[in-house]
């Protein structure tokens, strides 16, 4: 074990499926900046996205064994889960092991909030420092846990149907301001209802995935005909997305009272976006070929139970008033830090050029997910519904390059000397979040992609 000072344990009684009492050892040291942040025996580096406090899901691979399985993430390590799942004994999950034998997450994503509430107290169990099974077993050790340098990070779900929203309210103020003018910024229906689009699911992309630079009708000129070719105008979208879990029956809608109920955890997404080409096509029925090209998320998807420590204030929604289906009192919006970079080929360092929150957001995730199902739109395990571009009230908050360069009347610094309005050939976007709580943080890791050029042949 290593000596950590102050190390956080958990202590479990006999009937520890979710009861546990947390108390900090060594006090005298309790001022101390730690080196290490963990309250498992796998050490856990101090800023590190995935501490015991986290333990996101997710998809993985290996050279020496190419099979999908399910992991969680621990420091800088991998739990693989199917080595493990003879441990996962509680009443919602004795019986139902098997679902941590799939290669995607979808099985054990519809087994609903208690079995996700019975698996984590069991991991955290497992993973706790005054825990043996797993802890003194080298062999089982050896087995279980693989450095997450030596995996391949794979997408964590069949993602069946794919619906983006736009509930940023600044986001969609700045977009209106720039093409409508600031007395029409907000569309009449946009206060009342969370806006959103089906997008393409077949173009979702784990983290990592290259973007290739796509190509389409464009009309720079409106008194010229329009002309094909590669966009110019390529962008990112810094958003958020989550994972539904329990499907429910279609002609019945998931009330908002019930939605947290079909949740499963959150992403992080850059939905890249070819403005040239969604500005000539978007009239009448919306985006298409503008954004179906690539959608990209991160790898470890994080849980709402993992997130509630972080729950914040909802929008005030009073002004006007919303309709009674989509209002609910408790809280569900979240402390999310969120950041976007630029790495220029060539740099050393990428160069930071956003830094916004989740809690940003107008419309919440039971509001996104109750509107969406109210017609009786069936969901399924494994669906996807993102937030949208998630941008703040200040200039260097804006969520995507269209309004950090404002629509191309301004340069972004992306460090090294080297501006932009869009991106180019050879550029890699990072995206990352993370929630920062006392001495931990509770993180999603990094959602990347290099621009390649486009296929003009």
């Known amino acids: 074990m290593n000596d950590l000072s102050p ?18 050892e060594n006090a005298a040291n309790a001022a101390k900046k730690p080196k290490l942040v963990t309250m498992s025996f796998v050490p856990v580096p101090e800023k590190s996205h995935f501490p ?28 693989d889960l199917s080595a493990v799942k003879g ?58 846990l693989i450095p997450q340098a030596d995996a391949t990070m794979h997408l964590p779900a069949t993602i069946g149907d794919y619906t983006d929203f736009y509930s940023s309210r600044q986001h969609a103020t700045n977009v209106g301001t720039m093409f409508r003018g600031p007395e029409n910024a907000l569309m009449p229906n946009w206060l009342h209802l969370p806006v959103g689009y089906h997008g393409r699911a077949s173009s979702v992309v784990v983290s990592g995935t290259p973007v290739r630079r796509p190509c389409g009708q464009t009309r720079p000129d409106d008194t010229k005909p329009p002309t094909f070719g590669p966009c110019k105008l390529l962008d990112i979208e810094l958003e958020m997305a989550f994972f539904v879990g329990p ?133 399924r395990p494994g669906d996807l519904l993102a937030s949208g571009t998630i941008s703040g009230e200040t200039e260097d908050s804006f969520g995507s390059m269209l309004e950090l360069c404002w629509k191309g009347t301004k340069t972004i610094d992306i460090g090294g000397g080297q501006t932009r309005k869009f991106l180019k050939d050879g550029d890699e976007v990072i995206l990352s979040g993370y929630c920062q709580g006392e001495g931990y943080r509770v993180g999603f890791g990094e959602c990347t992609g290099k621009i390649l050029p486009a296929h003009t042949s």
């Open 7 to 24: 190390t956080w344990l958990i202590l479990w009684s006999p009937d520890f499926v979710g009861k546990t009492e947390l108390f900090m």
């Open 52 to 79: 015991i406090q986290n333990l996101p899901y997710g998809v993985f691979s290996t050279k020496g064994n190419p099979r999908h399985r399910l992991g969680v993430a621990i420091g800088e390590q991998i739990l």
């Open 87 to 144: 441990l996962f004994t509680g009443p919602e999950l004795k019986g139902k092991q098997n679902v941590f034998e799939e290669p995607t997450l979808n099985a054990f994503m519809s087994l609903g909030p208690t079995a996700w509430k019975e698996a984590r107290a069991t991991l955290q169990k497992l993973l706790s420092a005054d825990e043996p099974t797993l802890r003194d077993n080298a062999d089982l050790r050896t087995r279980a």
């Open 247 to 379: 499907p429910n029956e279609l002609g019945q809608p998931i009330p908002v009272s019930k939605a947290q109920d079909h949740i499963f955890g959150i992403v992080v997404m850059n939905d890249w976006s070819a403005r040239d080409i969604q500005k000539w096509e978007y009239v009448p029925l919306g985006p298409f070929l503008g954004k179906s090209f690539s959608t990209s998320i991160s790898p470890w998807v994080v849980t709402m139970d993992a997130l509630m420590p972080f729950v914040t204030d909802n929008a005030k929604q009073d002004n006007p008033p919303i309709l009674p289906y989509l209002q609910h009192e408790d809280k569900y919006n979240f402390d999310i830090k969120l950041s976007a970079a630029v790495k220029a080929e060539g740099m050393a360092e990428p160069g930071v050029i956003c830094n916004s929150n989740y809690k940003n957001m107008y419309w919440t995730m039971k509001q996104q997910l109750a509107h969406h199902t109210v017609n009786g739109c069936s969901m």
